[in-house]
C-alpha cells in the first residue's frame, strides 16, 4: 500500500480526515440467546439450537462437511454489518482486527498468525505456492485429500517439479503415521494431512505427526476444512507449521469464508503468491516492497467485512453452545447411527470405529444400490440430504452430524435405510 494511502486511511480510521468510519460495531442483540443446558433434558437445549438456524425442516441436513448452514445471528450479523458499510460506501477494513482476535482464540493461535482468505483451497494454495522448494523436492498427502488439497500441490508438480507422495489413510494413528514415516526421503521437505478426511471422516492423528516433522525438519501443513468447528483443538498445542480452515462448513460462517494460519516464526519461509494494498509498505515505485510482519501479507486487495465479521459471528455462537458439547453431540449421533446402521444387510461402514479415529461424519456404502442411486433414494425418501462419495471408486455416501441435527433425523436416516432392503 502506498504512504499516501495509508496515512489517509489511518487519518480516515481516527476520524481526523472527517469521514466518519465504522471500526466497531454494536454487540449483536438479544438473537443467538440459548437457554441453560439441563442434563436431564438435552434435547430442549438442542431444539433451541435448532431453532437458531433457518435453515428448512424439510431437508434432513447431513452435508456440513461440503457446507455448512449459517445460524440467524450469523446472518443478522453480515446483514447489519453490510447495510451499515454500505450507508456509507466503506469497506470496514478495521473491523477485522476484533475478528481476528476471536479467530485466534478459537484455533489456539495469535492474532497475528491469522490471515482471513475466501475459503480452505486458498489457504492450501498460499501454502503449495508459497513454501521455497526446488524441483524433485518431496511432498507427502493422502489420496484421499479433497481437491482443494490435493490440486494446489498438483499444480505446484507441473510448475516446479515437485514429486508427489501419497498414502492411503488406515483406520488407526498408528498405522497412518507409519504410513507418513515410510514415505519420507531425505528430499522430503514437507508433509500435509486432512485433519479429517473429507471421503470417509478419518481423524488424523496431527498431534504425532506434527512430532515426527518437528524431528525430520519437515514443514507440516493441516487441512483442517473439516475439523474447525467439528471438535476444539489448539494449534499451539499440536504445533503444526501452517493451517487452513474453512469457515462455510463446520463453524457456520458465512460463504466464502476461511482462515489460514502460519505460525509466527514460520512466516518468513512462505512467499506470498499473492499482494497487493495490505500485505506490506512499498512507498515509492521503484521500490522495495517490506511485508506485513503478520499473516496479514496474504489479506491482498479488498475484502468483505460483513463477511469476516459474519465469521467471528459464527465463532461466538459456538462458543455460546459450548464447543466440546458440540463435538459430543456430533459423535453420539454419528455412534447412534452407526448403531443403526451396522446390522444393516448389505450395508459397509467405511469410518473407522476408534474413538481417536473419528469423529461427527460417517460414511457407508450398499451392496444394493451404488452411490448414486443410493443418494436419490434417501432423498426422495425422506429428504435425507448425504454427499455422494465418488473419490478413489468407494461408491459410498457420507453423513455429517453436527449441532442442528437430531436424534430423530438418524432415527428416520437408520430406517430408510433399512428399508433399501
Ligand atoms: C479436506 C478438505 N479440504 C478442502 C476443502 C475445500 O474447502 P473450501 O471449499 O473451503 O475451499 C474441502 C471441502 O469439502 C475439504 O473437505
Redesign the pocket.
Given at each position: 500500500m502506498s504512504l499516501d494511502r495509508r496515512t489517509f486511511l489511518r487519518q480516515a480510521s481516527l476520524g481526523a480526515a472527517g469521514v466518519a468510519v465504522v471500526t466497531q460495531l454494536p454487540a449483536a442483540e438479544a438473537a443467538g440467546a440459548l437457554p441453560a443446558f439441563d442434563d436431564r433434558e438435552p434435547e430442549a437445549f438442542w431444539r433451541a439450537v435448532r431453532d437458531q438456524f433457518p435453515l428448512t425442516r424439510q431437508l434432513k441436513y447431513f452435508n456440513t462437511?461440503?457446507l455448512g448452514p449459517a445460524s440467524s445471528p450469523v446472518l443478522a450479523k453480515v446483514a447489519e454489518v453490510t447495510r451499515q458499510l454500505q450507508e456509507r460506501s466503506e469497506h470496514g477494513h478495521a473491523l477485522h482486527a476484533g475478528a481476528r482476535e476471536v479467530l485466534a482464540r478459537f484455533l489456539g493461535a495469535e492474532p497475528g498468525e491469522i490471515a482471513f482468505v475466501?475459503?480452505?483451497?486458498?489457504a492450501?494454495g498460499i501454502i503449495a505456492a508459497g513454501l521455497r522448494l526446488a524441483p524433485g523436492d518431496e511432498v507427502i498427502f493422502e489420496t484421499h485429500?479433497?481437491?482443494?488439497?490435493s490440486f494446489p500441490w498438483a499444480q505446484q508438480e507441473t510448475v516446479r517439479g515437485l514429486k508427489l507422495k501419497l498414502f492411503d489413510p488406515a483406520d488407526t494413528a498408528a498405522a497412518n503415521l507409519d504410513r507418513i514415516a515410510a514415505l519420507i526421503t531425505p528430499r522430503t521437505r514437507v508433509v500435509q494431512v486432512?485433519h479429517?478426511?473429507?471421503p470417509t471422516g478419518v481423524v488424523m492423528p496431527v498431534d504425532a505427526i506434527a512430532r515426527l516433522c518437528r524431528e525430520r525438519g519437515l514443514w507440516f501443513h493441516i487441512?483442517g476444512?473439516?475439523s474447525a468447528g467439528m471438535f476444539p483443538f489448539s494449534l499451539r498445542e499440536i504445533g503444526c507449521d501452517s493451517f487452513?480452515a474453512?469457515?462455510?462448513?463446520w463453524m457456520g460462517g458465512p460463504l466464502e469464508t476461511?482462515v489460514l494460519h502460519i505460525r509466527r516464526d514460520r512466516l518468513n519461509d512462505v512467499a506470498p503468491p499473492l499482494v497487493g494494498a495490505y500485505s506490506g509498505d512499498l512507498d515509492f515505485l521503484p521500490g522495495e516492497l517490506r511485508l506485513a510482519p503478520t499473516a496479514i501479507r496474504h489479506e491482498y486487495g479488498t475484502r468483505s467485512a460483513a463477511a469476516i465479521v459474519g465469521l467471528a459471528e459464527a465463532v461466538k455462537f459456538q462458543e455460546r453452545v459450548g464447543r466440546e458439547r458440540i463435538a459430543a453431540r456430533g459423535r453420539a449421533l454419528i455412534a447412534r447411527l452407526r448403531a443403526g446402521l451396522a446390522p444393516l444387510p448389505g450395508v459397509e461402514i467405511l469410518t473407522p470405529a476408534g474413538a481417536a479415529d473419528s469423529a461427527a461424519m460417517l460414511t457407508f456404502r450398499h451392496a444394493k444400490l451404488g452411490y448414486t442411486d443410493l443418494f436419490s433414494r434417501l432423498m426422495k425418501d425422506g429428504a435425507f440430504r448425504c454427499r455422494p462419495v465418488s473419490e478413489q471408486k468407494l461408491n459410498a455416501l457420507r453423513v455429517s452430524a453436527h449441532l442442528f441435527n437430531s436424534p430423530a433425523e438418524i432415527d428416520g436416516l437408520v430406517a430408510a435405510v433399512r428399508a433399501v432392503g
Open positions: 462437511g461440503g475466501r475459503n480452505a483451497t486458498e492450501n485429500a479433497h481437491p482443494g488439497g486432512s479429517v478426511t473429507a487441512d476444512a473439516q487452513a474453512s469457515g462455510h462448513k476461511g
